[in-house]
């Protein structure tokens, strides 16, 4: 089993931008595909974003898409999530999740073994 490590959440106007990042132990970090999800006060968790191992290959959410960019270091075992033009409704504590889903499309939380704590990420309007 893989750990992971996020950081980069903060608090942030609307419109502007923050890099998540998560690092991962291990050495099979590149055989895992990376996800991101989130989860807002009083909500479920949230498929956000997730990328192949080779990083060849990205899915996300609607409600991510052409604002949020998910990327993977494997010599750095670390995964990414850009996000810009965030709005208040990104507000969440956002997790970093490792699996072997073998597909990119329709992932849901019980498709990733590994979690990260999460980290918060603030949106104020």
């Known amino acids: 089993q893989v750990q992971l490590v996020e950081s980069g959440g903060g608090l942030v106007q609307a419109g502007g931008s923050l890099r998540l990042s998560c690092a991962a132990s291990?050495?099979?970090?590149?055989?895992?595909?990376m996800g991101w999800f989130r989860q807002a006060p009083g909500k479920e968790r949230e498929f956000v974003a997730a990328i192949s191992g080779s990083g060849g290959r990205t899915s996300y959410a609607d409600s991510v898409k052409g604002r949020f960019t998910i990327s993977r270091d494997n010599l750095k075992n670390t995964v990414y999530l850009q996000m810009n033009s965030l709005k208040p409704e990104d507000t969440g504590v956002y997790y970093c999740a490792a699996g072997f889903p073998g597909r990119l499309d329709g992932l849901g939380s019980a498709d990733f073994g590994s979690w990260g704590q999460g980290t918060q990420v603030t949106v104020s309007s």
């Open positions: 291990g050495r099979t970090f590149g055989f895992y595909t």
